[in-house]
């Protein structure tokens, strides 16, 4: 009978976690499944609670912290290099068709991009840096770069 007890423990904090997600509850939970394996071997009740309590404490110092380590860890972090549409945002470009609030051509590392300004009153001439704000589609929204650098904005410097 005890096994089911804690059973039911787990599976309460188990989906008291969903609601929560804080990883506190669920750690209770494996806590309280590794005491329904104790009552299943056949420990009393005290040693049930002192397994309880290490396993919970345990996951808590432990898993927990790795375990949330890893979740907030974004795509293009930790030495990963971003790919595809993510990669091109905040990259430089050159302007080689004038940009405008309709459309304009601009070249991303050695690639032609149909463009627009990001800001509709910018109006910017072929031949000038930029960079890339936002891509919506097939087309790189841009802004006229102040800050420019002595890299080649077309990806060959």
């Known amino acids: 009978m005890e096994p089911l007890l804690w ?29 329904a394996g104790a009552a299943a071997l056949g420990a009393p009740v005290p040693l049930q609670a002192v397994v309880f309590a290490a396993v919970s404490a345990l996951t808590l110092l432990f898993a927990r912290p790795a375990i949330r380590r890893h979740r907030r860890s974004a795509p293009a972090g930790d030495g990963e290099q971003a790919f595809g549409v993510q990669a091109i945002a905040g990259s430089s470009a050159l302007v080689l068709e004038r940009v405008d609030a309709d459309n304009g051509v601009v070249r991303i590392d050695g690639e032609i991009w149909a463009a627009r300004a990001y800001d509709g009153t910018q109006v ?6 930029v960079r890339v704000i936002e891509v919506k589609g097939v087309t790189a929204l841009v802004w006229r ?7 080649q904005p077309d990806g060959k410097g």
Do not use: K, N, S
Request: charged content about 15%; overall charge negative.
């Open 7 to 35: 059973i039911v423990l787990g599976v309460v904090l188990a989906v008291a976690e969903i609601f929560t997600t804080t990883l506190f509850l669920l750690m209770f939970g494996i806590g309280a499944f590794a005491a």
């Open 124 to 129: 910017i001439a072929a031949g000038e840096r």
């Open 145 to 151: 770069d102040e800050f420019a650098t002595d890299e």
